[in-house]
């Protein structure tokens, strides 16, 4: 038999997490998902074309990232997955099968987008965007993208189970990133029970005259008026004009009104946002590069 699709492998990967209630590692999952579907030697020693991973491998990690997505299941550890309340129940529901169209609701489902608000534009896998016939050029961006979304979501779960020390120094390995501050040194991580609102503080000249202050939560819920009031009443404290308040979360409507009436110069970032900035500036992540030929029409000029 050939490799199933990716959507293929959510039905038998979610009956086998519901027999495994506490969880397991995405190894086991990858074994006994293809023992269910009954893949042969053969179809298990098919690698994705760049020789590093197995077809069925990528394709029953793909299957789960779209369960994480209907929020079904999650990885409460790097590398492990279990069904959420909600898929237990789900599995139990659909014990006998998945019928067609619900699970094409499953394979759309776009990435969580309770993050920030307003919602970012996070990029709905429909049929518009996935039509066989779209150009090459456009099949690649909507894989790249889908690829963005899929590490942005796992990058909000490792965030949300770091240590609260952890994510303040990821906020300023972060900003560093972006540029700011002369040199690692100029980062200064001082969140600590009564610190005031204030986890870190960035340097923007060698004297130390100019500074950024920084506030990282490590929230589900989202952070409220108070939260940026207090902060702003902190960067007051100590006299400060510029503030970044990062969260793993979101903000209310009314804390971003509150912000943006405050001060020209205290920047809100979200749990999405942060994830975007990590992917781009490199932290917490690895670029793969692909290789796309092309015409030189130069070199062909004179043929």
Same mark, same amino acid.
Do not use: C
């Given at each position: !038999?050939?490799?199933?699709?990716?959507?293929?492998?959510?039905?038998?990967?979610?009956?086998?997490?519901? %027999?495994?209630? #506490?969880?397991?590692?995405?190894?086991?999952?990858?074994?006994?998902?293809?023992?269910?579907?009954?893949?042969?030697?053969?179809? &298990? +020693?098919?690698?994705?074309?760049?020789? &590093?991973?197995?077809?069925?491998?990528?394709?029953?990690?793909?299957?789960?990232?779209?369960?994480?997505?209907?929020?079904?299941?999650?990885?409460?550890?790097? *590398?492990?997955?279990?069904?959420?309340?909600?898929?237990?129940? /789900?599995?139990?529901?659909?014990?006998?099968?998945?019928?067609?169209?619900?699970? #094409?609701?499953?394979?759309?489902?776009?990435?969580?987008?309770? +993050?920030?608000?307003?919602?970012?534009?996070?990029?709905?896998?429909?049929?518009?965007?996935?039509?066989?016939?779209?150009?090459?050029?456009?099949?690649?961006?909507?894989?790249?993208?889908?690829?963005?979304?899929?590490?942005?979501?796992?990058?909000?779960?490792? !965030?949300?189970?770091?240590?609260?020390?952890?994510?303040?120094?990821?906020?300023?390995?972060?900003?560093? @990133?972006?540029? /700011?501050?002369? #040199?690692?040194?100029?980062?200064?991580?001082?969140?600590?029970?009564? $610190? *005031?609102?204030?986890?870190?503080?960035?340097?923007?000249?060698?004297?130390?005259?100019?500074?950024? /202050?920084?506030?990282?939560?490590?929230?589900? #819920?989202?952070?409220?008026?108070? %939260?940026?009031?207090?902060?702003?009443?902190?960067?007051?404290?100590?006299?400060?004009? &510029?503030?970044?308040? !990062?969260?793993?979360?979101?903000?209310?409507?009314?804390?971003?009104?509150?912000? +943006? %009436?405050?001060?020209?110069?205290?920047?809100?970032?979200? *749990?999405?946002?942060?994830?975007?900035? !990590?992917?781009?500036? @490199? =932290?917490?992540?690895?670029?793969? =590069?692909?290789?796309?030929?092309? =015409?030189?029409? $130069? /070199?062909?000029?004179?043929?």
């Amino acid at each position: !038999m050939s490799v199933p699709t990716y959507d293929q492998f959510i039905e038998p990967l979610l009956q086998v997490l519901a %027999q495994r209630r #506490d969880g397991l590692r995405a190894s086991e999952a990858h074994a006994l998902v293809s023992e269910a579907v009954g893949l042969s030697e053969a179809d &298990k +020693a098919e690698l994705l074309p760049s020789g &590093k991973q197995a077809v069925y491998q990528n394709r029953i990690s793909w299957a789960h990232d779209r369960l994480k997505r209907a929020g079904l299941s999650q990885s409460p550890k790097r *590398g492990r997955w279990r069904l959420t309340p909600e898929g237990l129940t /789900y599995a139990t529901e659909h014990a006998a099968g998945i019928a067609p169209g619900e699970l #094409d609701t499953l394979v759309r489902v776009p990435a969580d987008s309770k +993050a920030g608000e307003p919602d970012p534009p996070h990029r709905a896998t429909h049929p518009d965007a996935t039509i066989v016939n779209a150009s090459p050029d456009e099949r690649i961006d909507e894989a790249v993208g889908e690829l963005h979304d899929s590490v942005a979501a796992e990058l909000l779960e490792l !965030m949300h189970s770091a240590t609260p020390a952890f994510f303040e120094q990821l906020v300023l390995d972060v900003l560093h @990133g972006l540029g /700011y501050g002369l #040199d690692r040194a100029s980062l200064r991580q001082v969140g600590r029970s009564g $610190d *005031g609102g204030i986890d870190g503080i960035i340097s923007l000249d060698r004297l130390g005259l100019e500074k950024v /202050y920084v506030q990282a939560k490590r929230w589900q #819920d989202k952070v409220g008026r108070p %939260q940026i009031q207090s902060f702003f009443g902190a960067l007051a404290g100590h006299r400060a004009t &510029k503030g970044v308040f !990062m969260t793993t979360s979101g903000f209310t409507k009314v804390a971003r009104e509150y912000a +943006a %009436q405050v001060s020209d110069s205290l920047v809100l970032i979200d *749990g999405r946002r942060l994830a975007d900035l !990590m992917i781009e500036e @490199g =932290i917490g992540v690895s670029h793969r =590069i692909v290789r796309i030929a092309k =015409i030189d029409s $130069d /070199y062909f000029d004179e043929a």
